[in-house]
């Protein structure tokens, strides 16, 4: 049986890339940050991050026994790869610099780069 290493090779090439690009950054600018957002943020991320184990509980309850395991590891293998393309690209297409007005532009926070430098 011929295995992949696809998605291995493609994990270390983003290692290397944090690694060679470091966010260390500068002074960072609170003013205008409110206590309350960045709270209730936290908290929806929690119970976002909390659904996870439970929609894989559901998953696993819809199909046959022998498939539990492999369905149940697929929910967490995404949230993982969701976390990881969120960092990399995500934030940027989210937040970037507009471009036509529909969607952000992927290099302006490429793997969180200057995300603290500016005002919120």
Known sequence: M???????LLLLAVS???VFM???PGPI??????????????AASALVLLMTPGLAYFY????DTKNIISTMLQSFIAMGVISILWIV??????FGDSIGGVIGN???FFMFQHVLDGKP
């Open 2 to 8: 011929k295995k992949s290493y696809f998605f291995l």
């Open 29 to 42: 600018v609170t003013e205008g940050i409110n206590s309350g957002d960045v709270a209730w943020m936290l």
């Open 60 to 63: 696993g309850g819809m199909i």
């Open 89 to 94: 690209v995500g934030f940027s297409l989210a």
């Open 106 to 108: 992927p290099g302006t």
């Open 22 to 24: 470091p966010a260390v």
């Open 16 to 18: 290397l890339l944090a």
